[in-house]
């Protein structure tokens, strides 16, 4: 069976400081990959997504940046945070076009 | 650009009721569309979809209308139960091998026992 693992599930880091959030997939191949973002209390706004290795698509204008170097692996980074950068980020996965996404359990971040 | 909207931030029903929560969407290249339920601190999980050559499915408890003439998707909730208790997106696709997910405002569902 396919599963999404994303870590940390918590974080608390200065302004300033890098980001870096890891997403893997198992059991699937060739999957579509997303990072989404949502503030608190508000809905899922779409960051980045990719459809394979080295293709990212970006939906906003944003102190993050995108990469996927491995078929299954998605990151999510910042070279420097923004206290805007705070939210639950929340990576998901679909197989093809007629399919439901699949996401992980977030990653709650706060920037101090 | 086109996005998926809801109507109602919020809505409260007394337990035992049916609730329908329902969800407008502009972009008419969509063909398959989803209803997640996302619990406090979890990520959204699936509940029923129901592709653009269907006008209704149902599952377990939960049927979701589709009205592409309006472009108008609905899910409704039979007997609903504290554990309904949660926020609903809906969520479309666009057609194609690139296609990405895009996701609806939310709405609150609340169950008053």
């Known amino acids: 069976s396919q599963t999404i693992h994303q870590w940390p599930a918590t974080l608390v880091q200065p302004v300033g400081s890098p980001l870096s959030l890891e997403c893997t997939v198992e059991g699937t191949s060739n999957p579509n990959l997303y990072w989404y973002r949502q503030a608190a209390g508000r809905g899922l706004q779409l960051l980045f997504y990719s459809v394979g290795i080295g293709q990212i698509s970006s939906e906003v204008p944003q102190n993050l940046s995108a990469s996927r170097p491995q078929d299954r692996q998605f990151i999510l980074s910042s070279k420097k945070l923004l206290l805007s950068d705070s939210g639950f980020y929340l990576c998901?996965?679909?197989?093809?076009?007629?399919?439901?996404?699949?996401f992980g359990q977030g990653t709650r971040l706060t920037v101090v | 650009g086109e996005s998926v909207g809801l109507h109602l931030p919020t809505l409260s029903v007394q337990e035992g009721d049916n609730s329908i929560i329902n969800c407008a969407y502009s972009?008419?290249?969509?063909?398959?569309f989803i209803w997640y339920k996302q619990e406090s601190g979890k990520g959204p999980q699936f509940i029923i979809d129901i592709r653009s050559n269907m006008d209704k499915r149902q599952g377990q408890r939960v049927t979701v209308l589709l009205n592409k003439t309006v472009k108008h998707l609905s899910l409704q909730i039979a007997a609903t139960q504290p554990g309904d208790s949660a926020v609903y997106f809906c969520?479309?696709?666009?057609?194609?091998?690139?296609?990405?997910?895009?996701f609806g405002k939310g709405i609150t569902l609340s169950v008053r026992p």
């Open positions: 972009n008419s290249a969509s063909d398959y």
């Open positions: 969520a479309e696709k666009t057609i194609g091998a690139n296609s990405k997910l895009t």
């Open positions: 998901a996965w679909t197989g093809g076009t007629d399919t439901e996404a699949f």
